[in-house]
């Protein structure tokens, strides 16, 4: 009964006080019938309170995120399932559940009567507009009597989480030779001619070459089985992402960070599902998600949380200390980086192993240099890469990431490329 007491809403107080005030004053003026106004307002929120107490309202509720990882810039939606217990009808029910602001408004929903006998679903949409580890909730349910004289607040589930992965864009084509490491070619053979014992083989595939048939392994397992002429452990790509925050311009969505994170995640997707062991890596040689090539939807999921979230750093230039790509193909997405962070990404790179670079025009993403101007220090990063024996793009925010990957897919055997810019 105090706890019913304690939810009187402000009706119910103002009512309350009424009917008290309405008994003293009876008294002093000796009425009897405003005696009998008085002790009724007086009553009524007691008797509601009286009433709240004996219905022993349960809520109960639910909720499933659909899907609980959505890319950013798509549409989701959250379920929720309400229900109760009690035999004596209940009032109206509030909802509010806790949305951060960069899922969208925060959804409210009134219940005017919840049957016992079923559940209520509830639905509404999320429309995340940046890549992170989000928090749903806690979903708060205030319940109200039928005359709004009492209210009382309860938390009926607590957080969900969300993860918002960066958006993903389809490529096509490989760099020639990707994934071997080292050569104009990227193949690497097996001690060219004398390799015979240290040959590697595998089960037959349809469209496999029949000159690769290595026939004693085949007469000795009796089923047709191929030379592999590449070394496996030599195999693959590393992905390097530069997040460091005073390499890149920008806020929010459109930062030229964001641009960033979504082109290595379509990048190291488009790389392993062609069948390429992927490596994610940080400017400073910290290794973000290592997915082979020969895995699943599992490992998509491995690169995008790395990814979603990831936050920047706040070093301010490149410290490796050693080759971040261990002798594979490295694929690397820089922001604004220094002369002597040019130095430190080549220093240890052999000019054989192939290097490619995506280096971002960043003053562009903050609009102090106009769509047709690069910017002096890009450009001249971009030099001092090429003389270095790297491949080089130059992208600005309006270049689209196809045409970016397409150019890098060439850019091994050209001195430099410029888009979104010129030099």
């Known amino acids: 009964m105090l706890r019913a007491l304690s939810g009187l809403t402000t009706r119910g107080r103002c009512l309350l006080a009424a009917g008290i005030a309405a008994a003293v004053c009876s008294l002093v003026l000796n009425e009897r019938d405003l005696l009998r106004i008085a002790v009724f307002v007086v009553a009524l929120p007691l008797l509601v309170a009286a009433y709240i107490s004996a219905t022993r309202l349960r809520l109960g509720a639910a909720r499933a995120l659909r899907p609980d990882r959505i890319a950013a810039g798509s549409t989701g939606e959250v379920d929720l399932e309400l229900w109760r217990s009690g035999r004596l009808p209940g009032g109206e029910v509030l909802l509010e559940d806790g949305v951060p602001y960069a899922l969208g408004s925060r959804p409210r929903f009134v219940v005017e009567r919840l049957p016992h006998d079923r559940r209520v679903l509830l639905r ?3 429309r995340p507009g ?6 749903v909730g806690p979903l708060r349910a205030t319940i109200t009597d039928p005359f709004g004289l009492c209210e009382f607040e309860r938390e009926l589930i607590g957080h969900s989480r969300l993860v918002v992965v960066p958006r993903v864009v389809a490529l096509w084509g490989l760099p020639g030779g990707a994934g071997a490491g080292a050569g104009d070619d990227g193949s690497v053979r097996l001690h060219s001619g004398q390799g015979e014992p240290d040959v590697i083989v595998r089960h037959y595939r349809t469209g496999d070459d029949m000159r690769k048939v290595h026939w004693r392994s085949t007469a000795r397992r009796d089923e047709i089985m191929v030379r592999i002429e590449e070394r496996p452990w030599r195999g693959g790509t590393t992905v390097l992402l530069d997040h460091r925050a005073a390499a890149h311009h920008g806020s929010g969505p459109t930062a030229s960070l964001e641009w960033a994170v979504s082109f290595a995640a379509s990048v190291s997707l488009h790389l392993r599902r062609t069948g390429h062991r992927v490596r994610l890596v940080t400017e400073h040689g910290i290794s973000l998600a290592d997915a082979p090539g020969d895995g699943g939807e599992g490992y998509d999921n491995l690169v995008l949380d790395a990814l979603a979230a990831l936050q920047p750093a706040h070093q ?7 080759d971040p790509a261990e ?3 490295l694929i690397a997405i820089l922001g604004t ?4 962070s040019v130095h430190e990404l080549a220093r240890y790179r052999a000019r054989g192993v192939r290097s490619l670079a995506v280096l971002l025009d960043t003053p562009a993403w903050a609009g102090s240099a106009s769509p047709d101007h690069l910017a002096a220090a890009t450009g001249e990063s971009a030099e001092l890469l090429r003389g270095a024996g790297w491949g080089v793009v130059v992208a600005g925010p309006q270049t689209p990431m196809p045409e970016v990957w397409g150019l890098l897919c060439r850019a091994g055997t050209h001195r430099s490329t410029v888009i979104g810019g010129t030099r």
């Open 124 to 126: 509404y949409p999320l």
């Open 327 to 329: 002798g594979q193909e």
């Open 316 to 322: 301010r230039d490149v410290t490796l200390g050693h």
């Open 130 to 135: 940046m890549r992170g580890i989000q928090q």
């Open 337 to 340: 980086v220094s002369a002597e």
